[in-house]
């Protein structure tokens, strides 16, 4: 069965430091987000990426972050200088034209 | 504002007896409804959804949802939980009928089944 597949599954990095998450979609898939869920609760959209562009994104998605497909397969969320707040459980997902989201694994981002 | 709720953080049933998750949501239009479960230090899995046509959907492992216009619903059901149901349960919309619309999550309900 296909799945979206995450790495790292654990991230630890130092304040103010750049982090790059990367995800594999589903290869047939068109569309893919990044969510994020702080410590169990609620999780919260980020941004969606469509066509080579971002086609919509949520007030956390600040300048801090970006997202990039660099090689027409990974999908990747970069964190340019880490808050302490940043620290969450990211989750990346891919849908095809009219199929529910699959979710990745998740990347445990902690910021010390 | 377009929302989902969950209004029960936490459910809690016995083995053998019948779970319901509750879910409403307010978006405008009709919507896709979700269901995702959440174990342990796991992504989410899709249980089942809603598009059209029968009010009642089949998922995977026993669960079905029912769908109602006029209350603006999509609670969970199963009707005879397992110990291995345990787990958090989000329920989401697609607020928009376009295929890429973002979903918007409920804040989770965590079931506890007691044997």
């Known amino acids: 069965e296909p799945e979206v597949t995450q790495t790292p599954s654990h991230q630890v990095t130092q304040m103010g430091q750049e982090v790059i998450l990367r995800c594999v979609p589903i290869?047939?898939?068109?569309?893919f987000y990044w969510y994020r869920q702080i410590l169990g609760q609620k999780v919260e959209f980020l941004v969606s990426?469509?066509?080579?562009?971002?086609?919509?994104k949520s007030e956390i998605f600040d300048d801090q972050f970006s997202v990039e497909r660099p090689d027409g397969s990974n999908f990747t969320l970069k964190i340019r200088s880490t808050k302490l707040e940043d620290s969450a459980m990211y989750f990346c997902?891919?849908?095809?034209?009219?199929?529910?989201?699959?979710f990745g694994q998740g990347t445990r981002l902690t910021v010390v | 504002a377009q929302s989902v709720a969950q209004p029960e953080d936490q459910v809690n049933v016995a083995e053998g007896n019948p779970l319901t998750v509750k879910c409403t949501y307010s978006v405008s239009g009709n919507p896709y409804l979700f269901w995702y479960v959440q174990y342990p230090n796991r992504g989410l899995q899709f249980l089942l959804k809603?598009?059209?046509?029968?009010?009642l959907v089949k998922g995977s492992y026993g669960f079905e949802a029912e769908f109602n216009k006029s209350q603006t619903s999509f609670h969970l059901k199963k009707p005879s939980a397992l110990v291995s149901d345990s787990a958090l349960y989000f329920c989401?919309?697609?607020?928009?009928?376009?295929?890429?619309?973002?979903?918007?999550f409920g804040k989770g309900t965590t079931l506890s089944v007691s044997s």
């Open positions: 290869s047939n898939h068109l569309y």
């Open positions: 809603y598009i059209t046509g029968d009010n």
């Open positions: 990426f469509y066509n080579n562009e971002i086609s919509e």
């Open positions: 997902a891919s849908t095809g034209e009219n199929t529910e989201a699959f």
């Open positions: 989401a919309v697609r607020p928009i009928n376009q295929a890429g619309t973002a979903l918007i």
